[in-house]
C-alpha cells in the first residue's frame, strides 16, 4: 500500500505540474497546429497506427468478492503499466508495430486466519514488478489514417514478476489482432489478445488468458475525445463459468496539448464490471489516469 501511495501520489503531482500556469505547457495553438493535434489525437488511439508513444497507464483497481470473506469489502490494487509504442516501416504499405508492456503492482491477496484477532480473514499486499508482455504487429496500409485499419501479430508474457502473487509464473504465447474504423471525429475497434502457457514453473497452473480492448471514442471539439476503452478478460481455466468473465464499460475523457515542443496525451476514465468473478476475487471498479507523450519517429 505505502509504494501504491506513493506512485499515485508521483502521478498526482506530475499532472498538477503539467497543468500549473509556470509549466512548459500550454501554449495556445494557431490554426495549422491545431488541426495536426488533432490528427495526433485521433491516431494515438489507434493501436497499430505510425505513432511513437510512451503510454504511462495508472490503474487504481477496487477488487472484491460476493462470496468470500478475505475480499467482501472491496480492496484496491494499484498498477502502472509502462508502455511504449514504436512503429517501422518495412515496406511502403506495411507496418510493424511492437508495444512492450512493464507492469508494476501493489496488490491484495488473502494471506489466511489471524491467530490472534479471532481468526479473522486477513488480507496482505505485495508489491513489484508483474508479468512483462510483448506484441508485435504487422498492419498494411502504411500512414493511412482513416477509414477501416486492421493488423494482426505474436504476443507473449514472459514470467518476470518479483512475487508469486504478481505474476502466474508461466511463459505464454498467442495471437493479436486489431480493427478498427476511424476518421476525424470516431475511433472504433476492438484489440483482443490470447495466451496459452507454453513453459515455466510446474507448480504453477496452466494459463489460457483472453484480454479484449474494445474502444470507442468520439472528438466533440478539436484535442478532446470522449469515449471508454476497457479490457474485457476471460479466464478460460477457471473450472465455474461465473468466474470466468470480466466485462466493464466505461466512461472516459481525453484532452491532446503541447507541452513545449512535445505533444502530450491526458486521460482519465472509470469502468464498472457489469460482469465480474462472484466467487473469487475480482475487477469491480477500475479508474484510469494515462499520461502519453508523442515522441518523434528515430527511424
Given at each position: 500500500m505505502k509504494l501504491a501511495r506513493r506512485l499515485?501520489?508521483?502521478?498526482?503531482s506530475l499532472s498538477i505540474l503539467l497543468a500549473m500556469p509556470g509549466a512548459p505547457a500550454a501554449q495556445a495553438p494557431d490554426e495549422s497546429q491545431r488541426r495536426d493535434l488533432q490528427k495526433l489525437t485521433q491516431?494515438?488511439?489507434?493501436?497499430?497506427?505510425?505513432?511513437?508513444?510512451?503510454?504511462?497507464?495508472?490503474?487504481?483497481?477496487?477488487?472484491?468478492?460476493?462470496?468470500?470473506q478475505d475480499f467482501a469489502s472491496p480492496k484496491l490494487q494499484f498498477n502502472w503499466n509502462f508502455q511504449p509504442v514504436l512503429t517501422f516501416d518495412v515496406a511502403s504499405d506495411l507496418r510493424l508495430v511492437a508495444r512492450p508492456v512493464v507492469p508494476v503492482y501493489s496488490s491484495p491477496y488473502a494471506a489466511g486466519l489471524s491467530t490472534v484477532d479471532n481468526n479473522v480473514s486477513k488480507v496482505k499486499y505485495k508489491a513489484g514488478l508483474g508479468d512483462a508482455e510483448f506484441m508485435a504487429m504487422l498492419t498494411p496500409g502504411g500512414s493511412q489514417s482513416s477509414g477501416f485499419i486492421f493488423g494482426a501479430g505474436p504476443t507473449a508474457i514472459f514470467p518476470t514478476a518479483t512475487d508469486r502473487q504478481l505474476g502466474?509464473?508461466?511463459?505464454?504465447?498467442?495471437?493479436?489482432?486489431?480493427?478498427?474504423?476511424?476518421?476525424?471525429?470516431w475511433v472504433v475497434g476492438v484489440f483482443p489478445q490470447q495466451w496459452w502457457s507454453i513453459g515455466g514453473d510446474a507448480a504453477r497452473k496452466d494459463v489460457s488468458l483472453t484480454k479484449a480492448q474494445y474502444?470507442?471514442?468520439y472528438s466533440p471539439a478539436p484535442t478532446w475525445q470522449v469515449g471508454m476503452a476497457p479490457n474485457i478478460v476471460v479466464d478460460w481455466m477457471q473450472p465455474k463459468a461465473e468466474n470466468r468473465w470480466t466485462v466493464p464499460v466505461g466512461l472516459g475523457v481525453s484532452k491532446m496539448t503541447m507541452l513545449g515542443n512535445l505533444p502530450v496525451k491526458f486521460s482519465v476514465e472509470a469502468d464498472y464490471s457489469?460482469?465480474?468473478?462472484?466467487?473469487?476475487p475480482g475487477n469491480e471498479?477500475?479508474?484510469?489516469?494515462?499520461?502519453?507523450?508523442?515522441?518523434p519517429k528515430l527511424f
Open positions: 499515485a501520489a508521483c502521478a498526482l491516431q494515438s488511439s489507434n493501436p497499430v497506427g505510425d505513432l511513437w508513444m510512451i503510454a504511462n497507464q495508472f490503474n487504481f483497481n477496487l477488487i472484491r468478492s460476493d462470496k468470500g502466474n509464473g508461466k511463459w505464454q504465447l498467442g495471437p493479436a489482432l486489431a480493427a478498427l474504423y476511424m476518421d476525424e471525429k474502444f470507442l471514442w457489469v460482469i465480474r468473478p462472484r466467487s473469487i471498479w477500475t479508474f484510469k489516469l494515462t499520461i502519453t507523450p508523442v515522441l
